[in-house]
């Protein structure tokens, strides 16, 4: 069993910028994907970055790319998402999850684990 919490949301004006961070209690953190996905009211869960558990490789939407970048520190068992550069549209829930394997890293259903997400509100 994983436990993920997420932290570091909030409300920033368009332009700016935030750092989430999502702490997981597993004991073995490197044997996880983790992914960052997203929901907007009346919309449905969006993917927006993965990053695999060596930390070599990662995957993001198009959406996001050149304004976001994701990262791991293996030590602290922690996953962060740098989001620069906000616009209004990236206002939602957001949400931390984790893997042990698959194939397609924007699938949500894919992802094992789940925190309980984190409010981003972007102001115009």
């Known amino acids: 069993q994983v436990q993920l919490v997420e932290s570091g949301g909030g409300l920033v004006q368009a332009g700016g910028s935030l750092r989430l961070s999502c702490a997981a209690s597993?004991?073995?953190?490197?044997?996880?994907?983790m992914g960052w996905f997203r929901q907007a009211p009346g919309k449905e869960r969006e993917f927006v970055f993965a990053?695999?558990?060596?930390?070599?490789?990662?995957v993001s939407a198009n959406s996001v790319r050149r304004r976001f970048t994701i990262s791991r520190d293996n030590a602290k068992n922690t996953v962060y998402l740098q989001m620069n550069s906000l616009k209004p549209e990236d206002t939602a829930v957001y949400y931390c999850?984790?893997?042990?394997?698959?194939?397609?890293?924007?699938?949500?259903?894919?992802?094992?684990?789940w925190g309980q997400g984190t409010q981003v509100t972007v102001s115009s």
């Open positions: 999850a984790a893997a042990t394997s698959y194939n397609d890293a924007s699938n949500p259903s894919n992802y094992h684990y």
């Open positions: 597993a004991r073995t953190f490197t044997a996880y994907h």
């Open positions: 990053i695999y558990n060596g930390g070599g490789r990662t």
